[in-house]
């Protein structure tokens, strides 16, 4: 098992910035990759990012690549999503997820239901 329990999330003006954290205690943290999703109100958890297990790799939607940066501290069982240039548009509740096999080569495994452990999300509201 892994627990995960996410926080940073707030309420801030379109162009503002945030990070969120995540951090994980039970198994090595350090052998799962980790990913960021969102869940506006009505809308599907969609994949926001994804790094491997030594932070090596990296992946983002479209929609937020160039704007956030996802990373991780081992050594601190955390990982983080620092977000910028924030929009109305990305307000969700984000959620951390973990996952042992996240990435096979260059190909990636990004769908919700192929993470096994997530933590319980924190609200991100970005007014206009």
């Known amino acids: 098992q892994v627990q995960l329990v996410e926080s940073g999330g707030g309420l801030v003006q379109a162009g503002d910035s945030l990070r969120l954290s995540c951090a994980a205690s039970g198994r090595t943290f350090s052998s799962y990759g980790m990913g960021w999703f969102r869940q506006a109100p009505g809308k599907e958890r969609e994949f926001v990012a994804a790094i491997n297990w030594s932070g090596g790799s990296t992946h983002y939607a479209d929609s937020v690549k160039g704007r956030f940066t996802i990373s991780r501290d081992n050594a601190k069982n955390t990982g983080y999503l620092q977000m910028n240039s924030l929009k109305p548009e990305d307000t969700a509740v984000y959620y951390c997820?973990?996952?042992?096999?996240?990435?096979?080569?260059?190909?990636?495994?990004?769908?919700?239901?192929?993470?096994?452990?997530w933590g319980q999300g924190t609200q991100v509201t970005v007014s206009s």
């Open positions: 997820a973990a996952d042992l096999n996240l990435l096979d080569g260059s190909y990636w495994y990004l769908k919700v239901y192929e993470f096994d452990f």
